[in-house]
């Protein structure tokens, strides 16, 4: 089983660009990377998924280089309700999943 | 698209007492879902996995007797806490993932138990 490792915590002001990474240095070939939203006392909401490269949806951006070791969530132009945790996961080929402690993002005005 | 309910949201129980948690897929089919809980400020621990008509698989160090599983149909999954103590007392969310291993988890809510 893969862990994941993200910074604990990251402050930006309202209006940057928000770079979180991920490592997940023993990700396996069918592994997918998938980010997570999560507000305090509810259920992490679904942000991203990729396998490779560079995907990109209406609210962030994810990058993957050719090793897969890491990824980074970018998110555009954070604003104050974007103040959460950001969990990422990988996805086993099976039902093992291992979230790591998150990123705690603060948006200050 | 992909909205998983629980109920209910919060609920307060005396010790000893049993508690049913309900999780729903909404607007798909859940070949499998998840129960995780949560503790303050700590990241999402797995607790089992369930699969439609199967017996649940429980994670190393959490007692299938005390957390009763049952995934009845594929949209509905049920996780019972017996005779629950103040130890118990945690966030509770469950995810549903539609088909494969590499589909998206889809999280519900979350329940918060506290037990008196």
């Known amino acids: 089983l893969a862990k994941t490792t993200q910074p604990i915590s990251m402050d930006s002001y309202e209006g940057q660009e928000v770079n979180i990474t991920c490592s997940h240095n023993?990700?396996?070939?069918?592994?997918?990377i998938t980010w997570y939203q999560q507000f305090p006392s509810q259920g992490p909401r679904f942000i991203i998924q990729g396998y490779k490269t560079k995907v990109t949806n209406e609210v962030a951006s994810l990058f993957i280089p050719a090793d897969r070791k890491s990824s980074t969530l970018s998110l555009p132009r954070v604003s104050l309700s974007d103040t959460a945790v950001y969990y990422c996961?990988?996805?086993?080929?099976?039902?093992?999943?291992?979230f790591g402690t998150g990123t705690s993002l603060t948006v200050i005005p | 698209g992909a909205v998983v309910s629980q109920h209910p949201s919060w609920v307060i129980c005396k010790s000893g007492t049993s508690v049913k948690i309900e999780c729903r897929s909404l607007d798909f089919q859940a070949t499998t879902m998840f129960w995780y809980r949560q503790f303050p400020k700590q990241s999402l621990m797995l607790m089992a996995t369930?699969?439609?008509?199967?017996?649940?698989?429980?994670e190393q160090g959490v007692e299938k007797d005390k957390f009763l599983i049952n995934h009845a149909s594929l949209t509905l999954s049920t996780l019972t806490v017996t005779s629950a103590h103040p130890e118990d007392s945690s966030f509770y969310i469950c995810?549903?993932?539609?088909?494969?291993?590499?589909?998206?988890?889809?999280f519900g809510p979350g329940t918060r138990l506290t037990v008196l």
């Open positions: 023993n990700i396996a070939t069918n592994d997918y």
């Open positions: 995810s549903a993932r539609e088909g494969s291993s590499t589909d998206t988890q889809y």
């Open positions: 369930s699969n439609e008509g199967s017996k649940a698989t429980y």
């Open positions: 996961l990988v996805s086993y080929t099976g039902n093992q999943f291992y």
